[in-house]
């Protein structure tokens, strides 16, 4: 028999159902939140004996008391309206232990991985940060940062985590570099990613290349190559990192408009603008203007010519058995051109003396004529405009090629701006060329140093369209050209 004080415990933990008494739950130190409902009222349970049909039991009588034990059995059974609320109070107190046993469950599991900086790394990482590896190019360098700070934005990254997390993408020379600075760069005064980015920058982005970005943005103009759109594109490169030059909206827009193409400023009658967006759109119109004059005289000029062609067929006279030796005649009776010399050619190679021989430069034959030149011996000042490919392909005035400079395949650069024709180094020794006569050339650079260059090359022939044109060039250690031919070159022919 089962003491009717004995008390029903709901074990959470176990998620069983088990029948214990007081002193049980007291000795129980499992981690559960037990839940105990009691009824005093409850009938005492006694196992009752197997049933056996009693003979002289009449089964009418069984039949009319079975409903009045059930009503009687359901009677005892009902609650009161206080066992009913005390029952409900306890179903209540046992929902809410649920919820704060699973609430604890949940913050245990979430235990080592709710670190921000952990969460924020991940953030960053889904978007795919670029990588940046120390090269000393302003254009890589500032569309890194660029690149770091939309995706801090767009992550919502605080102040004291951007260096943490922009660092974690260096790469290469900028690894190192952060490697050995770091704990340095970290430890200033007030340091943050501003901070962060002046130092980078004064490291990736020097002063020696910073003034040649200035020089090259000075030199900056559309030309005859590039449409309008191409050239503010170049523009705002270098506005970015000269902006010293074009310090405000008006000065933006001055600058702009002066390196337009001719034809687009004389359209616009010299009228200024107060704002680098305002002068881009008066240039776009007017460059769509004249490229639709453009297209619209071409198609009648083309239309003109084949109205021309078309007459001329008409009257072409028809030749018998003899016209192919009419033609013939026609190309033969004319001069040959694999011997054709021009006599400009005849007239300079007669005023230089005997500089070529058979095509061929001569350095013992010009080596006696150094008085006739002019230039053997002599002291004097030159100038260079441009030295690389980076400032050639910035400046539309600037025409390079490959030419034969003594039967030699030549990078030429044909450069207005400098003074006398040069010659590389390089392509000297790397075909073993032998300077006619000595001199004493003082040589400027685009950077404003001066270089002394003691060796001439005299009438050394340069063949452009199959005819060569020789000229005497000055030793200079060029680098990104094998010649540059200055206004010297560019007077004389």
């Known amino acids: 028999m089962i003491d009717a004080k004995a008390k029903w415990i709901y074990n959470v933990s176990r998620s069983s159902y088990d029948y214990e008494d007081e002193s049980d739950r007291e000795d129980d130190n499992t981690d559960t939140i037990p839940i105990l409902i009691q009824s005093e009222d409850e009938e005492k349970y006694e196992p009752k004996e197997d049933y056996v049909e009693d003979p002289e039991e009449d089964p009418e009588e069984d039949f009319e008391e ?12 009902a609650e009161t309206p206080e066992q009913l609320a005390a029952r409900v109070r306890v179903l209540e107190q046992l929902s809410q232990n649920i919820g704060l046993l699973v609430q604890n469950q949940a913050n245990n599991m979430n235990t080592g991985h709710d670190n921000p900086q952990a969460i924020m790394a991940k953030k960053i990482a889904t978007l795919k940060p670029p990588i940046f590896v120390g090269k000393e190019d302003p254009m890589l360098l500032e569309n890194w940062l660029r690149d770091m700070e939309k995706i801090f934005t767009a992550n919502g990254t605080p102040e004291t985590q951007k260096v943490n997390k922009a660092t974690f993408y260096l790469r290469e020379d900028a690894e190192t570099w952060w490697e050995n600075e770091g704990q340095t760069i970290n430890n200033q005064p007030n340091f943050d ?83 680098l967006a305002e002068a881009y759109s008066k ?11 453009e ?11 084949n109205n021309a062609n078309s007459q001329s067929n008409d009257k072409r006279p028809r030749f018998g058995n003899n016209g192919g030796n009419g033609r013939n005649n026609h190309h033969g009776g004319g001069h040959n051109n694999r011997n054709y010399q021009n ?17 061929k430069y001569n350095a013992n034959n010009n080596q006696n004529n150094n008085s006739n030149n002019g230039n053997g011996g002599r002291t004097f000042n030159g100038r260079l405009h441009v030295m690389s490919k980076s400032e050639a392909e910035s400046d539309a005035n600037i025409v390079t090629g490959t030419f034969l400079v003594n039967s030699k395949p030549a990078f030429v650069l044909f450069d207005s701006g400098a003074s006398h024709s040069f010659l590389s180094k390089s392509f000297i020794e790397k075909h073993s060329f032998k300077p006619s006569s000595s001199c004493q050339a003082k040589v400027t650079t685009p950077s ?28 200079f250690n060029l680098k990104d050209f094998d010649l540059i031919l200055g206004m010297d070159w560019l007077r004389k022919y």
């Open 448 to 475: 404003g140093e001066t270089f002394l260059s003691k060796n001439l090359y005299l009438s050394m022939p340069i063949v452009i369209s199959k005819t060569e044109l020789p000229m005497n060039l000055i030793e």
């Open 66 to 77: 079975e409903p009045v034990r059930k009503r009687q059995q359901a009677n005892n059974m």
């Open 343 to 359: 006599p400009r050619q005849n007239e300079n190679q007669q005023r230089n003396g005997s500089g070529l021989a058979n095509g």
């Open 193 to 275: 990613w501003d901070s962060f980015k002046v130092a980078i920058r004064s490291r990736f982005f020097p002063e020696h290349i910073r003034r040649q970005k200035c020089s090259e943005f000075n030199r900056l103009n559309q030309g005859k190559f590039m449409s309008v759109k191409e050239y503010a594109q170049k523009f705002n490169e270098y506005a970015k990192f000269c902006p010293n030059m074009v310090p405000d909206e008006v000065s933006k827009a001055q600058k702009f408009e002066d390196g337009l193409a001719f034809k687009i400023q004389t359209r616009l009658g010299g009228s200024t603008s107060s704002t």
């Open 295 to 305: 297209d619209v005289l071409g198609r009648n000029k083309r239309k003109d010519q």
């Open 283 to 293: 240039a776009c119109s007017m460059e769509r203007i004249l490229q639709r004059k």
